[in-house]
């Protein structure tokens, strides 16, 4: 049996979910050739012709490769209370964002679905002006008043404080009591020409085997986040791999059909055919 290549973050989260299968201990599993990449390079290396066999990538970026790739009903990453924040210096009404300046992490990311999906509810005649910075730069950049917001993710959540800066809106929360439903945000993909079923199993059964050795993957997981304490890399593994990562289940797919099909509508995505993501 040929080896299967494949492509997922260094964060706890997925370090986690694939550390069984990668090291060889799912029964019947091919063995896996892995890259490990931020989010932003998997999404781009699902566009390409030549690209790995499965990877993991934004759920934002999802209606790009959907002829190519099918989503997986497992090993991805759906959340509650993990949304991202919309931070001002000083106070500014949502409206005001009309004439202002935004950054955001990336365009191809749920957290760009979600402030434009809120956006269009909140900040009539759209939001003035986006400026795409390095997550890590977006604070200083409002603190220091080069932009007029910024959208932050992970761990900016609890450190917003030490900037000086307001929490202007919870993407997540408003998400959450709008839809009831979770934020979709990483999804396992794999090309269609592949045996989706078999796969879906290797990867279930690697979730399995995490949680039920869950000291198993921990020199694997701390190995690819040396810059994380171990307390810090758990709490990131309990709040990412949940149920959901085990199977996506009727909640977990009306969670991404809402999401990207409202972002369709909005035009923040190519319209596509909805029954494409169950057909994995």
């Not at 949940?242 to 991404?256: Q, R, S, W």
Request: charged share 20%; hydrophobic share 45%.
């Amino acid at each position: 049996m040929r080896n299967l290549s494949i492509a997922y973050s260094p964060c706890p989260n997925d370090t986690f979910v694939f550390h069984a299968w990668a090291h060889g201990l799912i029964p019947n599993a091919p063995a896996l050739d892995v890259t490990y990449a931020d989010i932003d390079i998997t999404n781009y290396l699902a566009t390409k012709s030549d690209s790995m066999e499965i990877l993991k990538i934004s759920y934002a970026a999802l209606p790009w490769v959907l002829s190519e790739y099918a989503l997986l009903p497992c090993g991805g990453a759906l959340g509650r209370g993990c949304g991202p924040l919309l931070l001002t210096k000083g106070e500014i009404n949502p409206q005001d964002l009309s004439s202002r300046r935004v950054a955001i992490p990336s365009e191809r990311s749920t957290a760009y679905l979600l402030f434009r999906l809120w956006a269009a509810q909140h900040v009539p005649g759209g939001v003035g002006e986006i400026v795409i910075l390095p997550f890590d730069q977006i604070m200083p950049a409002v603190r220091d008043g080069q932009v007029d917001a910024g959208l932050v993710i992970h761990e900016a959540r609890f450190t917003y404080p030490v900037y000086g800066l307001s929490l202007m809106a919870d993407m997540g929360e408003w998400w959450e009591e709008d839809t009831n439903l979770p934020i979709p945000l990483g999804a396992i993909i794999a090309r269609r020409s592949l045996d989706l079923e078999a796969i879906s199993g290797w990867v279930r059964s690697s979730v399995e085997y995490a949680w039920a050795n869950p000291e198993a993957s921990r020199k694997y997981v701390m190995h690819h986040a040396q810059e994380l304490s171990p307390e810090v890399a758990q709490a990131h593994i309990n709040l990412y791999v949940n149920e959901f990562t085990a199977n996506l289940g009727e909640k977990g797919y009306a969670a991404i059909e809402s999401l990207l099909g409202r972002s369709a509508e909005e035009g923040l995505v190519p319209k596509f055919d909805l029954s494409l993501l169950r057909q994995g």
